[in-house]
């Protein structure tokens, strides 16, 4: 938390250096470039799994709605 006293402030009256203790308490652990590369990397391997499980699912129902087709026929 920010040692000031008054919490009341307007942030037209923080100077740098107190913006800068803000952001470094709100994010304590900067990220650097490669590891926001890897995360959209991941990302990107998540959103692939999602389209081949939606992928199956439409099958099964497929699948399924044929033989039931085929079981009232």
């Known amino acids: ?29 900067p990220r650097n470039a490669s590891k926001q590369s890897d995360d959209t990397s991941a990302a990107k391997e998540n959103g692939d799994k ?10 099964a129902v497929l699948g399924c709605l044929a033989v039931f087709w085929l079981y009232l026929r």
């Open 50 to 59: 999602g389209g081949v499980i939606c992928v199956c699912i439409y099958i």
């Open 1 to 29: 938390m920010l040692t000031d006293p008054e919490p009341d402030r307007n942030i037209e009256e923080l100077n740098d250096d107190e913006i800068y203790a803000a952001i470094r308490y709100l994010e304590p652990e």
